[in-house]
Protein backbone atom coordinates (compact mmCIF):
# COMPACT_ATOMS: atom_id res chain seq x y z
CA UNK A 1 0.00 0.00 0.00
CA UNK A 2 1.34 3.37 -1.01
CA UNK A 3 2.11 5.53 1.83
CA UNK A 4 0.13 9.24 2.07
CA UNK A 5 1.46 12.48 2.50
CA UNK A 6 0.69 15.62 3.56
CA UNK A 7 -0.02 18.05 2.35
CA UNK A 8 -0.56 17.44 -1.50
CA UNK A 9 1.07 20.84 -1.98
CA UNK A 10 1.60 24.51 -0.43
CA UNK A 11 3.32 27.19 -1.42
CA UNK A 12 5.21 29.18 0.66
CA UNK A 13 7.19 32.62 0.78
CA UNK A 14 11.41 32.40 0.61
CA UNK A 15 12.39 32.01 4.41
CA UNK A 16 9.05 30.36 5.62
CA UNK A 17 9.62 26.88 7.42
CA UNK A 18 7.89 23.72 6.19
CA UNK A 19 6.72 20.24 7.40
CA UNK A 20 5.92 17.07 5.08
CA UNK A 21 4.34 14.31 6.54
CA UNK A 22 4.46 10.84 5.15
CA UNK A 23 1.98 8.16 6.86
CA UNK A 24 2.30 4.10 5.87
CA UNK A 25 -0.26 1.17 6.57
CA UNK A 26 2.83 -1.15 7.23
CA UNK A 27 5.21 -1.38 9.94
CA UNK A 28 8.79 0.36 8.98
CA UNK A 29 12.27 -0.53 9.31
CA UNK A 30 13.30 2.69 7.44
CA UNK A 31 12.10 5.91 5.93
CA UNK A 32 13.81 7.77 3.24
CA UNK A 33 13.22 11.13 1.58
CA UNK A 34 13.80 12.18 -2.02
CA UNK A 35 13.34 15.56 -3.62
CA UNK A 36 12.61 15.46 -7.67
CA UNK A 37 12.50 19.22 -9.73
CA UNK A 38 10.71 18.97 -13.08
CA UNK A 39 12.06 17.03 -15.76
CA UNK A 40 14.59 15.71 -13.18
CA UNK A 41 15.49 12.77 -11.50
CA UNK A 42 14.51 12.19 -7.57
CA UNK A 43 17.53 13.05 -5.39
CA UNK A 44 17.97 11.70 -1.83
CA UNK A 45 17.86 13.94 1.05
CA UNK A 46 17.70 11.86 4.15
CA UNK A 47 17.10 8.23 4.91
CA UNK A 48 15.09 7.44 8.52
CA UNK A 49 16.29 3.92 10.20
CA UNK A 50 14.22 2.00 12.67
CA UNK A 51 15.87 2.76 16.14
CA UNK A 52 16.11 6.02 15.78
CA UNK A 53 19.58 7.05 13.65
CA UNK A 54 18.88 10.09 11.16
CA UNK A 55 21.33 11.46 8.10
CA UNK A 56 20.62 14.29 6.50
CA UNK A 57 21.23 18.09 5.71
CA UNK A 58 21.61 21.01 7.92
CA UNK A 59 18.63 22.70 7.36
CA UNK A 60 16.74 19.53 6.61
CA UNK A 61 15.56 17.46 9.34
CA UNK A 62 13.23 14.79 10.24
CA UNK A 63 11.41 12.73 12.79
CA UNK A 64 10.56 8.95 12.95
CA UNK A 65 7.51 8.04 14.89
CA UNK A 66 7.59 4.17 14.25
CA UNK A 67 5.26 3.42 16.88
CA UNK A 68 2.47 5.70 14.93
CA UNK A 69 4.62 4.74 11.58
CA UNK A 70 5.12 7.87 10.39
CA UNK A 71 7.86 10.50 9.23
CA UNK A 72 7.64 13.83 9.11
CA UNK A 73 9.96 16.60 6.82
CA UNK A 74 11.13 20.05 8.39
CA UNK A 75 12.78 22.46 5.89
CA UNK A 76 13.66 25.16 7.65
CA UNK A 77 14.06 28.93 6.61
CA UNK A 78 13.11 27.80 2.71
CA UNK A 79 14.79 28.78 -0.03
CA UNK A 80 14.18 29.05 -3.51
CA UNK A 81 15.81 25.61 -4.38
CA UNK A 82 13.61 23.83 -2.36
CA UNK A 83 10.91 23.79 -4.55
CA UNK A 84 10.24 20.62 -6.23
CA UNK A 85 7.98 17.70 -5.29
CA UNK A 86 8.91 15.67 -2.34
CA UNK A 87 8.70 11.82 -2.02
CA UNK A 88 8.97 10.11 1.17
CA UNK A 89 9.96 6.36 0.43
CA UNK A 90 9.64 3.65 2.93
CA UNK A 91 11.13 0.05 3.03
CA UNK A 92 8.89 -2.42 5.91
CA UNK A 93 11.35 -5.32 5.63
CA UNK A 94 15.01 -3.52 5.18
CA UNK A 95 15.08 -5.48 1.74
CA UNK A 96 15.80 -2.04 0.32
CA UNK A 97 12.82 -1.91 -2.31
CA UNK A 98 10.93 1.29 -1.99
CA UNK A 99 7.22 1.92 -2.37
CA UNK A 100 6.95 5.44 -2.28
CA UNK A 101 4.82 8.21 -1.56
CA UNK A 102 1.87 10.13 -3.09
CA UNK A 103 4.38 13.05 -3.13
CA UNK A 104 3.89 16.92 -1.92
CA UNK A 105 4.39 19.66 -4.43
CA UNK A 106 6.29 22.21 -2.85
CA UNK A 107 6.34 26.01 -4.39
CA UNK A 108 8.66 28.78 -3.04
CA UNK A 109 8.15 32.53 -4.28
CA UNK A 110 10.17 35.33 -3.64
CA UNK B 1 27.73 8.91 -5.10
CA UNK B 2 27.39 6.70 -7.69
CA UNK B 3 26.52 8.15 -10.89
CA UNK B 4 24.23 6.32 -13.64
CA UNK B 5 23.60 7.11 -17.04
CA UNK B 6 20.48 5.97 -18.49
CA UNK B 7 19.82 5.89 -22.64
CA UNK B 8 17.86 7.02 -24.37
CA UNK B 9 16.36 9.75 -22.58
CA UNK B 10 13.37 9.69 -25.07
CA UNK B 11 11.98 7.73 -27.32
CA UNK B 12 8.45 7.64 -29.58
CA UNK B 13 8.17 4.65 -30.69
CA UNK B 14 5.09 2.67 -32.67
CA UNK B 15 2.54 0.30 -31.27
CA UNK B 16 3.58 -3.28 -31.05
CA UNK B 17 7.06 -2.35 -31.12
CA UNK B 18 9.84 -2.94 -28.02
CA UNK B 19 12.17 -0.67 -26.59
CA UNK B 20 15.07 -1.00 -24.69
CA UNK B 21 16.28 1.00 -21.85
CA UNK B 22 20.05 0.86 -20.21
CA UNK B 23 21.42 1.90 -17.72
CA UNK B 24 25.50 1.99 -16.60
CA UNK B 25 26.39 2.45 -12.77
CA UNK B 26 30.30 3.84 -12.59
CA UNK B 27 31.07 1.62 -9.44
CA UNK B 28 29.46 -2.02 -8.95
CA UNK B 29 26.14 -2.50 -7.43
CA UNK B 30 24.33 -5.25 -5.61
CA UNK B 31 21.12 -4.37 -6.56
CA UNK B 32 19.24 -2.37 -9.06
CA UNK B 33 15.67 -1.29 -9.73
CA UNK B 34 13.55 -0.12 -12.28
CA UNK B 35 10.68 2.48 -12.15
CA UNK B 36 7.80 3.92 -13.82
CA UNK B 37 6.59 7.23 -13.30
CA UNK B 38 3.69 8.53 -14.92
CA UNK B 39 4.01 12.98 -15.43
CA UNK B 40 2.78 14.60 -12.27
CA UNK B 41 2.24 10.95 -10.24
CA UNK B 42 4.66 8.88 -8.37
CA UNK B 43 7.03 6.77 -8.65
CA UNK B 44 6.16 3.02 -9.00
CA UNK B 45 8.35 0.00 -8.31
CA UNK B 46 8.76 -2.51 -11.30
CA UNK B 47 11.50 -4.96 -10.85
CA UNK B 48 14.59 -5.67 -8.76
CA UNK B 49 17.90 -7.05 -11.03
CA UNK B 50 20.34 -9.15 -9.14
CA UNK B 51 23.14 -9.35 -10.68
CA UNK B 52 23.15 -13.66 -12.25
CA UNK B 53 19.67 -14.43 -10.86
CA UNK B 54 16.56 -13.92 -12.38
CA UNK B 55 14.78 -10.31 -11.52
CA UNK B 56 12.23 -9.91 -8.85
CA UNK B 57 8.93 -8.48 -10.48
CA UNK B 58 6.50 -6.73 -8.45
CA UNK B 59 2.86 -6.88 -8.26
CA UNK B 60 0.96 -6.50 -11.45
CA UNK B 61 4.66 -6.73 -13.86
CA UNK B 62 5.53 -9.20 -15.34
CA UNK B 63 8.42 -10.74 -17.33
CA UNK B 64 6.93 -11.49 -20.80
CA UNK B 65 5.87 -7.32 -20.89
CA UNK B 66 9.07 -5.61 -18.81
CA UNK B 67 11.78 -8.13 -19.58
CA UNK B 68 15.31 -7.11 -17.90
CA UNK B 69 18.67 -8.22 -17.80
CA UNK B 70 21.78 -7.76 -15.60
CA UNK B 71 24.92 -9.31 -17.49
CA UNK B 72 27.72 -8.06 -14.48
CA UNK B 73 27.43 -5.24 -11.51
CA UNK B 74 27.23 -1.80 -13.31
CA UNK B 75 24.87 -2.79 -15.83
CA UNK B 76 21.44 -3.84 -15.97
CA UNK B 77 18.29 -3.31 -19.34
CA UNK B 78 14.57 -3.14 -19.06
CA UNK B 79 12.87 -3.90 -22.27
CA UNK B 80 9.25 -2.82 -22.35
CA UNK B 81 7.31 -5.27 -25.17
CA UNK B 82 4.63 -4.60 -27.33
CA UNK B 83 4.12 -1.37 -27.08
CA UNK B 84 0.98 0.20 -26.04
CA UNK B 85 -0.23 4.06 -25.52
CA UNK B 86 -0.54 3.00 -21.76
CA UNK B 87 2.81 2.23 -22.08
CA UNK B 88 3.86 6.00 -22.30
CA UNK B 89 5.72 7.17 -18.86
CA UNK B 90 8.63 8.10 -17.61
CA UNK B 91 11.00 4.49 -16.68
CA UNK B 92 13.52 4.91 -14.33
CA UNK B 93 16.75 2.82 -12.81
CA UNK B 94 17.91 3.27 -9.53
CA UNK B 95 20.93 2.06 -7.45
CA UNK B 96 22.45 2.23 -4.42
CA UNK B 97 26.26 2.56 -3.46
CA UNK B 98 28.08 0.32 -0.94
CA UNK B 99 28.43 1.69 1.91
CA UNK B 100 25.98 4.65 0.57
CA UNK B 101 22.68 5.31 2.61
CA UNK B 102 20.51 6.91 0.10
CA UNK B 103 19.45 5.50 -3.93
CA UNK B 104 20.74 7.32 -7.19
CA UNK B 105 18.74 7.57 -10.81
CA UNK B 106 19.15 7.66 -13.41
CA UNK B 107 18.12 10.93 -15.82
CA UNK B 108 15.00 8.82 -16.93
CA UNK B 109 13.41 7.38 -20.25
CA UNK B 110 10.60 9.46 -21.65
CA UNK B 111 8.84 6.83 -23.77
CA UNK B 112 5.86 7.75 -26.11
CA UNK B 113 3.84 5.37 -27.64
CA UNK B 114 1.93 6.11 -31.15
Known amino acids: QQPVQSPQAVILREGEDAVINCSSS?????VHWYRQKHGEAPVFLMI?????EQKGHEKISASFNEKKQQSSLYLTASQLSYSGTYFCGTDPFGNEKLTFGTGTRLTIIP | SAVISQKPSRDICQRGTSLTIQCQVDSQVTMMFWYRQQPGQSLTLIAT?????????ESGFVIDKFPISRPNLTFSTLTVSNLSPEDSSIYLCSARDRGRVGYTFGSGTRLTVV
Open chain 1, 26 to 30: KALYS
Open chain 1, 48 to 52: LLKGG
Open chain 2, 49 to 57: ANQGSEATY
